[in-house]
């Protein structure tokens, strides 16, 4: 239990000086980016069938402190970038650090959620849904060297983030 206090006891940000280019890259670009990148990870669970929860749903993502904005639906089996003004079904809302611990494991959602380090919005039956996915998942295997990249940053933001 110490563990989860000391990386929830306070809530370091990205620092100013990396989180700035991130905020002047457009949006639409973000998105497509993961759009990209979630299609190759998710593979497997696309071809499965496991997220056509989010078929025709508008899910926003936001990094609060990297100004990152990315709006994912479900079209034809694939994610793709929503642009345009539709409106969100779902949003997630935290901070680099607290979307790292998520990816890394070493926060699960729940407790994330319930210290409000992870903020829900829009369709709750939608944000269950997510939160089941992402918990049944096991990406280690498939993450390799990106894994340990994202547990590098976890530690850089954790020491040195505001």
């Known amino acids: 239990m110490k563990q989860v206090s000391n990386l929830l006891s306070r809530a370091p940000t990205m620092p100013a000086p990396l989180a700035l280019p991130l905020g002047l890259i457009p949006s639409a670009a973000h998105s497509a980016a993961m759009a990209k990148f979630l299609n190759r990870l998710f593979a497997p669970e696309l071809a499965d069938g496991e997220l056509d929860f989010l078929e025709g ?25 929503v642009s345009g003004n539709r409106a969100e079904d779902l949003s997630i809302e935290g901070s680099v650090y607290d979307f790292l611990l998520l990816a890394t494991r070493r926060e699960d959602a729940d407790t994330l959620f319930f210290n409000r380090r992870l903020r829900l919005g829009g369709s709750t039956e939608l944000g269950l849904y997510v939160k089941n996915f992402l918990d ?22 954790g020491r040195f983030g505001r």
């Open 57 to 81: 749903q508008v899910m926003l993502v936001r990094v609060s402190d990297a100004r990152i904005r990315i709006r994912l639906t479900l079209e034809g089996g694939r994610l793709k970038a």
């Open 136 to 157: 049944g998942l096991e990406l280690e295997g498939r993450l390799g060297p990106l894994l340990k990249v994202m547990n590098g940053a976890t530690s850089f933001i």
